[in-house]
């Protein structure tokens, strides 16, 4: 993994760039003393933090905010389990390595739009265009599941992977950010194979994870409908639960250009 993180920041980086010409950059975060906005006081916030003056004006109590406290933070995952390492032709890449490129090039420009970004479950935040290095070099080592419990306020997440996982999993791991005021978005990338099932005849399927028995089917065109019907039930399951939990949800195949799926990505983060 280490061998491949230089090339992999440099393709992210291309990708980010090509974006980027496309799209308004988002408001920069300042050095912490510029003002952004005043929001009401919650629980936990440190009396000192109360703007009096504003709060007078109002049967509420208000904090004043500075730009850089406003920086968003975003958290990123992708799936590093076994079934990414997979890809249905030598003429496109993995899933995992797809996975790497997009979440390496969507930090690549929260970071040039000075937010702050880490990895889901890892407690360094990293800031400013020169960090994609060190986070790159992070997310070679760093293997931790969809969950954190230390994110601030504004933190919104990214999660990135095939998600064919039963429902309930995912439906536990979404449930537990937002249960938090977390809002994300979810990102399925499968190789083309996996969503038309292209084979024929007599053909047997390996399993991927430790102890996941083969299966061998006869004729395998023979289950194709089904195998689309089951599939789209699924993907329809994963929007449901990001729709319930205030989410968004968008899919991407691994022979059409990551610049598709990393705009849509950075749309899916802009500010309302």
Same mark, same amino acid.
């Given at each position: 993994?280490?061998s491949?993180l230089?090339?992999?920041v440099?393709?992210?980086?291309?990708?980010?760039?090509t974006?980027?010409?496309?799209?308004?950059?988002r408001?920069?975060a300042?050095?912490g003393?510029?003002?952004?906005?005043?929001?009401?006081?919650l629980?936990?916030d440190?009396v000192?933090r109360?703007?009096?003056?504003?709060?007078?004006?109002?049967?509420r109590?208000y904090?004043?905010e500075?730009?850089?406290?406003?920086?968003?933070?975003?958290?990123?995952?992708?799936d590093?389990?076994?079934?990414m !390492?997979? @890809?249905?032709?030598?003429?496109?890449?993995?899933? &995992? *390595?797809? #996975?790497? /490129? +997009?979440?390496?090039?969507?930090a690549?420009?929260l970071l040039?739009?000075?937010e702050?970004?880490?990895?889901?479950?890892?407690?360094?935040?990293?800031a400013g265009r020169?960090a994609?290095?060190?986070l790159?070099?992070?997310?070679?080592r760093?293997?931790?599941?969809?969950?954190d419990?230390?994110?601030?306020?504004?933190?919104?997440?990214?999660l990135?992977?095939?998600f064919?996982?039963p429902l309930?999993?995912?439906?536990g791991a979404?449930a537990?950010?937002?249960g938090r005021?977390l809002?994300?978005?979810?990102?399925?990338?499968l190789?083309p194979?996996?969503?038309?099932?292209?084979? !024929?005849? @007599?053909?047997?399927?390996?399993?991927i994870?430790a &102890? *996941?028995? #083969?299966? /061998? +089917?006869?004729r395998?065109e023979?289950?194709?409908?089904?195998y689309?019907?089951?599939l789209?039930?699924?993907?329809?399951?994963?929007?449901?639960i990001a729709?319930?939990a205030?989410?968004?949800?968008?899919t991407?195949?691994?022979?059409t250009?990551p610049e598709?799926?990393?705009?849509?990505l950075?749309?899916a983060?802009a500010?309302?």
């Open positions: 993994m280490g491949r230089p090339p992999l440099v393709a992210a980086e291309r990708v980010a760039a974006v980027m010409q496309g799209v308004h950059g408001r920069r300042g050095q003393d510029a003002f952004w906005q005043f929001r009401p006081y629980p936990g440190a000192g109360i703007d009096w003056r504003q709060s007078a004006k109002s049967d109590l904090v004043r500075t730009e850089w406290e406003a920086a968003q933070s975003v958290a990123l995952w992708r590093a389990g076994p079934g !390492a997979w @890809r249905g032709g030598a003429d496109r890449p993995e899933k &995992g *390595e797809r #996975a790497e /490129l +997009l979440l390496l090039a969507l690549s420009l040039r739009g000075g702050r970004v880490r990895l889901l479950g890892a407690r360094r935040a990293f020169g994609l290095p060190a790159a070099d992070m997310l070679g760093h293997q931790p599941g969809p969950a419990d230390s994110l601030p306020r504004h933190a919104r997440a990214v990135i992977g095939d064919l996982a309930e999993e995912t439906r979404v537990a950010l937002a005021g809002r994300g978005h979810l990102l399925q990338v190789d194979a996996e969503e038309t099932l292209p084979y !024929a005849g @007599r053909v047997r399927f390996e399993g994870g &102890g *996941e028995p #083969a299966l /061998l +089917l006869p395998v023979g289950v194709r409908a089904l689309a019907e089951r789209a039930a699924h993907r329809a399951g994963l929007a449901a729709a319930a205030g989410w968004s949800f968008a991407h195949r691994t022979d250009p598709v799926a990393l705009l849509a950075w749309q983060l500010p309302a």
